[in-house]
Protein backbone atom coordinates (compact mmCIF):
# COMPACT_ATOMS: atom_id res chain seq x y z
CA UNK A 1 0.00 0.00 0.00
CA UNK A 2 3.29 1.96 0.31
CA UNK A 3 3.11 3.40 -3.53
CA UNK A 4 -0.82 3.89 -3.41
CA UNK A 5 -0.73 5.92 0.18
CA UNK A 6 2.30 8.12 -1.58
CA UNK A 7 -0.09 8.46 -4.50
CA UNK A 8 -2.88 10.18 -2.61
CA UNK A 9 -0.06 12.58 -0.66
CA UNK A 10 1.52 13.47 -3.26
CA UNK A 11 -1.43 14.52 -5.49
CA UNK A 12 -2.82 16.29 -2.42
CA UNK A 13 0.19 18.06 -1.88
CA UNK A 14 -0.14 19.40 -5.72
CA UNK A 15 -3.37 20.74 -4.70
CA UNK A 16 -2.05 22.35 -1.84
CA UNK A 17 0.77 24.05 -3.57
CA UNK A 18 -1.98 25.48 -6.37
CA UNK A 19 -4.05 26.69 -3.45
CA UNK A 20 -2.02 27.60 -0.72
CA UNK A 21 -1.53 31.16 -1.63
CA UNK A 22 -5.09 32.25 -1.86
CA UNK A 23 -6.66 34.08 0.95
CA UNK A 24 -9.94 33.67 2.42
CA UNK A 25 -11.90 36.27 -0.14
CA UNK A 26 -10.14 33.86 -2.90
CA UNK A 27 -11.03 30.19 -1.54
CA UNK A 28 -14.57 31.48 -1.62
CA UNK A 29 -14.67 31.60 -5.02
CA UNK A 30 -17.36 29.31 -7.11
CA UNK A 31 -15.86 26.48 -9.18
CA UNK A 32 -17.59 25.39 -12.39
CA UNK A 33 -18.62 22.29 -10.21
CA UNK A 34 -21.69 22.65 -9.38
CA UNK A 35 -20.77 26.24 -8.40
CA UNK A 36 -18.77 24.90 -5.40
CA UNK A 37 -16.42 27.17 -3.55
CA UNK A 38 -12.70 25.94 -4.09
CA UNK A 39 -13.18 25.82 0.54
CA UNK A 40 -16.32 23.55 -0.40
CA UNK A 41 -14.04 21.37 -2.21
CA UNK A 42 -11.40 21.33 0.75
CA UNK A 43 -14.01 20.67 3.02
CA UNK A 44 -15.65 18.12 1.20
CA UNK A 45 -12.18 16.30 0.80
CA UNK A 46 -11.04 16.83 4.07
CA UNK A 47 -14.37 15.21 5.88
CA UNK A 48 -14.32 12.46 3.88
CA UNK A 49 -10.03 12.01 3.82
CA UNK A 50 -10.88 11.81 7.49
CA UNK A 51 -13.43 9.09 7.39
CA UNK A 52 -11.66 6.82 5.16
CA UNK A 53 -8.85 6.72 7.69
CA UNK A 54 -11.18 6.16 10.52
CA UNK A 55 -12.85 3.56 8.35
CA UNK A 56 -9.58 1.64 8.43
CA UNK A 57 -8.13 2.13 12.03
CA UNK A 58 -11.33 1.69 13.88
CA UNK A 59 -14.72 0.30 11.92
CA UNK A 60 -16.56 1.13 14.84
CA UNK A 61 -16.24 4.78 15.51
CA UNK A 62 -16.80 4.80 11.66
CA UNK A 63 -20.27 3.41 12.01
CA UNK A 64 -21.12 5.69 14.76
CA UNK A 65 -20.00 9.00 12.48
CA UNK A 66 -21.87 7.72 9.80
CA UNK A 67 -25.03 7.10 11.29
CA UNK A 68 -25.07 11.34 12.22
CA UNK A 69 -24.72 11.85 8.16
CA UNK A 70 -26.95 9.46 7.15
CA UNK A 71 -30.18 11.57 7.75
CA UNK A 72 -28.26 14.24 5.94
CA UNK A 73 -27.36 12.45 2.95
CA UNK A 74 -30.74 11.12 2.69
CA UNK A 75 -32.03 14.88 2.59
CA UNK A 76 -29.51 15.40 -0.05
CA UNK A 77 -28.21 18.35 2.35
CA UNK A 78 -24.93 16.07 2.78
CA UNK A 79 -22.74 19.93 2.74
CA UNK A 80 -24.79 20.93 6.39
CA UNK A 81 -23.33 17.54 7.59
CA UNK A 82 -19.56 18.36 6.14
CA UNK A 83 -19.75 22.08 7.82
CA UNK A 84 -20.80 20.32 10.93
CA UNK A 85 -18.59 17.52 10.87
CA UNK A 86 -15.34 20.80 10.41
CA UNK A 87 -16.67 22.91 13.82
CA UNK A 88 -16.47 25.98 12.10
CA UNK A 89 -13.14 25.68 10.46
CA UNK A 90 -13.21 27.59 7.12
CA UNK A 91 -11.10 29.55 4.74
CA UNK A 92 -7.21 29.04 5.14
CA UNK A 93 -7.46 27.48 8.49
CA UNK A 94 -9.60 24.78 6.75
CA UNK A 95 -6.99 24.82 4.13
CA UNK A 96 -4.23 23.68 7.13
CA UNK A 97 -6.07 21.20 8.55
CA UNK A 98 -7.57 19.60 4.78
CA UNK A 99 -3.94 19.26 4.76
CA UNK A 100 -2.43 17.97 8.09
CA UNK A 101 -5.83 14.88 7.37
CA UNK A 102 -4.12 14.00 3.70
CA UNK A 103 -0.42 13.22 5.58
CA UNK A 104 -2.78 11.49 8.35
CA UNK A 105 -4.53 10.13 6.18
CA UNK A 106 -1.87 8.73 3.76
CA UNK A 107 0.15 7.50 6.98
CA UNK A 108 -2.70 5.04 8.07
CA UNK A 109 -2.98 3.56 4.72
CA UNK A 110 0.61 2.97 3.71
CA UNK A 111 1.28 0.30 6.17
CA UNK A 112 -2.22 -1.06 5.51
CA UNK A 113 -2.70 -4.77 4.30
CA UNK A 114 -4.26 -3.82 0.48
CA UNK A 115 -6.55 -6.28 0.77
CA UNK A 116 -8.08 -5.41 3.79
CA UNK A 117 -11.89 -5.11 3.92
CA UNK A 118 -13.23 -1.42 5.20
CA UNK A 119 -16.81 0.04 5.85
CA UNK A 120 -17.84 2.33 3.25
CA UNK A 121 -22.00 4.34 2.71
CA UNK A 122 -23.25 0.63 3.42
CA UNK A 123 -20.84 -1.64 1.44
CA UNK A 124 -17.16 -2.49 2.06
CA UNK A 125 -14.60 -2.06 -0.41
CA UNK A 126 -10.27 -2.90 -0.38
CA UNK A 127 -8.08 -0.74 1.48
CA UNK A 128 -6.86 -0.57 -1.73
CA UNK A 129 -9.83 0.82 -3.37
CA UNK A 130 -10.46 3.31 -0.70
CA UNK A 131 -7.37 5.08 -0.66
CA UNK A 132 -7.47 4.70 -4.66
CA UNK A 133 -11.04 6.57 -4.25
CA UNK A 134 -9.56 9.23 -2.25
CA UNK A 135 -7.08 9.96 -4.68
CA UNK A 136 -9.54 9.94 -7.68
CA UNK A 137 -11.76 12.21 -5.49
CA UNK A 138 -8.66 14.61 -4.76
CA UNK A 139 -7.94 15.02 -8.47
CA UNK A 140 -11.16 15.05 -9.84
CA UNK A 141 -12.07 18.24 -7.04
CA UNK A 142 -9.08 19.43 -7.78
CA UNK A 143 -9.19 19.77 -11.96
CA UNK A 144 -11.97 22.65 -11.25
CA UNK A 145 -9.69 24.93 -9.03
CA UNK A 146 -7.46 24.44 -11.96
CA UNK A 147 -10.08 25.63 -14.06
CA UNK A 148 -11.11 28.35 -12.17
CA UNK A 149 -7.77 30.01 -11.83
CA UNK A 150 -6.90 29.30 -15.47
CA UNK A 151 -4.41 26.90 -14.50
CA UNK A 152 -2.56 23.98 -16.88
CA UNK A 153 -2.38 20.69 -14.98
CA UNK A 154 0.52 18.76 -15.49
CA UNK A 155 -0.62 15.52 -14.26
CA UNK A 156 1.41 12.37 -13.25
CA UNK A 157 1.42 8.79 -13.63
CA UNK A 158 0.16 8.17 -10.40
CA UNK A 159 -3.26 8.90 -12.33
CA UNK A 160 -2.90 4.88 -13.04
CA UNK A 161 -4.62 4.49 -10.06
CA UNK A 162 -7.63 6.36 -11.56
CA UNK A 163 -7.58 5.16 -15.06
CA UNK A 164 -8.16 1.46 -13.47
CA UNK A 165 -10.90 2.87 -11.30
CA UNK A 166 -12.27 4.35 -14.37
CA UNK A 167 -11.90 1.12 -16.53
CA UNK A 168 -13.37 -0.85 -13.69
CA UNK A 169 -16.57 0.47 -13.17
CA UNK A 170 -17.82 -0.17 -16.81
CA UNK A 171 -20.12 -2.04 -15.57
CA UNK A 172 -21.23 0.00 -12.76
CA UNK A 173 -21.62 3.01 -14.93
CA UNK A 174 -24.70 1.20 -16.91
CA UNK A 175 -26.41 -0.81 -13.54
CA UNK A 176 -26.26 2.40 -11.50
CA UNK A 177 -28.40 3.86 -14.19
CA UNK A 178 -30.95 0.67 -14.19
CA UNK A 179 -29.51 -0.33 -17.83
CA UNK A 180 -27.49 -3.85 -18.66
CA UNK A 181 -23.97 -3.11 -19.58
CA UNK A 182 -23.46 -3.76 -23.66
CA UNK A 183 -20.54 -6.87 -24.10
CA UNK A 184 -17.72 -7.16 -24.29
CA UNK A 185 -16.33 -3.86 -22.70
CA UNK A 186 -14.16 -1.82 -24.85
CA UNK A 187 -10.20 -2.10 -24.67
CA UNK A 188 -8.45 0.79 -23.12
CA UNK A 189 -5.36 1.86 -24.99
CA UNK A 190 -3.83 4.76 -22.89
CA UNK A 191 -1.31 7.12 -23.39
CA UNK A 192 0.50 8.21 -19.85
CA UNK A 193 1.69 11.38 -18.97
CA UNK A 194 5.18 9.88 -19.00
CA UNK A 195 4.61 8.91 -22.79
CA UNK A 196 4.65 5.08 -21.29
CA UNK A 197 1.22 2.92 -23.10
CA UNK A 198 -1.06 1.83 -20.59
CA UNK A 199 -3.48 -1.31 -22.14
CA UNK A 200 -6.72 -2.41 -20.11
CA UNK A 201 -8.89 -5.12 -21.21
CA UNK A 202 -9.24 -7.89 -24.16
CA UNK A 203 -7.69 -6.59 -27.62
CA UNK A 204 -10.29 -6.01 -29.10
CA UNK A 205 -10.33 -3.29 -32.86
CA UNK A 206 -14.31 -3.24 -33.35
CA UNK A 207 -14.34 -2.15 -29.22
CA UNK A 208 -11.96 0.16 -28.30
CA UNK A 209 -11.10 3.63 -26.55
CA UNK A 210 -7.55 5.44 -28.04
CA UNK A 211 -5.52 8.04 -26.05
CA UNK A 212 -4.03 10.57 -23.44
CA UNK A 213 -4.64 8.69 -20.29
CA UNK A 214 -5.34 12.21 -18.49
CA UNK A 215 -8.26 12.67 -21.27
CA UNK A 216 -10.24 9.09 -19.92
CA UNK A 217 -9.11 10.09 -16.28
CA UNK A 218 -11.12 13.36 -17.13
CA UNK A 219 -13.92 11.59 -18.75
CA UNK A 220 -14.72 8.86 -16.19
CA UNK A 221 -14.83 10.90 -13.26
CA UNK A 222 -17.04 13.71 -15.29
CA UNK A 223 -14.32 16.69 -15.39
CA UNK A 224 -14.66 16.84 -18.75
CA UNK A 225 -17.53 16.12 -21.59
CA UNK A 226 -16.02 13.55 -23.82
CA UNK A 227 -16.61 16.26 -26.40
CA UNK A 228 -13.95 17.95 -25.46
CA UNK A 229 -11.29 15.64 -25.42
CA UNK A 230 -9.54 13.87 -28.49
CA UNK A 231 -10.19 10.38 -27.09
CA UNK A 232 -10.77 8.44 -30.44
CA UNK A 233 -13.49 6.00 -29.71
CA UNK A 234 -14.62 2.95 -31.78
CA UNK A 235 -17.84 0.74 -31.27
CA UNK A 236 -21.63 1.23 -29.86
CA UNK A 237 -20.41 -0.46 -26.44
CA UNK A 238 -17.36 2.33 -26.36
CA UNK A 239 -19.60 5.52 -27.81
CA UNK A 240 -22.58 4.45 -24.88
CA UNK A 241 -19.70 4.17 -21.83
CA UNK A 242 -18.38 7.02 -22.96
CA UNK A 243 -21.36 9.34 -22.74
CA UNK A 244 -22.60 7.94 -19.05
CA UNK A 245 -19.39 7.12 -17.81
CA UNK A 246 -18.71 7.32 -13.68
CA UNK A 247 -16.72 5.81 -11.51
CA UNK A 248 -17.60 7.33 -8.28
CA UNK A 249 -20.35 6.18 -6.11
CA UNK A 250 -23.40 7.95 -5.57
CA UNK A 251 -26.51 8.34 -7.36
CA UNK A 252 -26.11 8.76 -11.34
CA UNK A 253 -24.77 12.10 -12.08
CA UNK A 254 -24.60 13.16 -15.65
CA UNK A 255 -21.49 14.53 -17.63
CA UNK A 256 -20.79 18.77 -17.95
CA UNK A 257 -22.03 20.27 -21.08
CA UNK A 258 -19.79 19.89 -23.78
CA UNK A 259 -17.63 22.91 -23.62
CA UNK A 260 -18.92 23.94 -20.05
CA UNK A 261 -15.66 22.56 -17.90
CA UNK A 262 -12.97 24.96 -19.50
CA UNK A 263 -10.09 27.08 -17.70
CA UNK A 264 -11.97 30.63 -17.07
CA UNK A 265 -8.65 32.39 -18.27
Known sequence: MQQDALDFHDESEALH??????????????????R??????????HVWNHA???????????????ARAIPYRLAGTLEHFEELACDGLAGRALLAAWR??????????ATADPKARVAWAGKEMSARSSITARLMETWAHGQAIHDLLGVYRRSTDRIRGIAVLGFNTYGWSFRNRGMEPPSPPPCLRLTA???????????NPKECIVGPAEEFCQVVTQTRNIADTSLQLTGANAA?????????????EAPPAAGSRAPSR
Open 17 to 34: ALTESLSDAELRQPTAFK
Open 36 to 45: WTIERVLRHL
Open 52 to 66: AALSLVDAERFALWY
Open 100 to 109: TQCRKTAECF
Open 193 to 203: PSGAYWRFGEE
Open 240 to 252: AWMAIAQCFAGPP
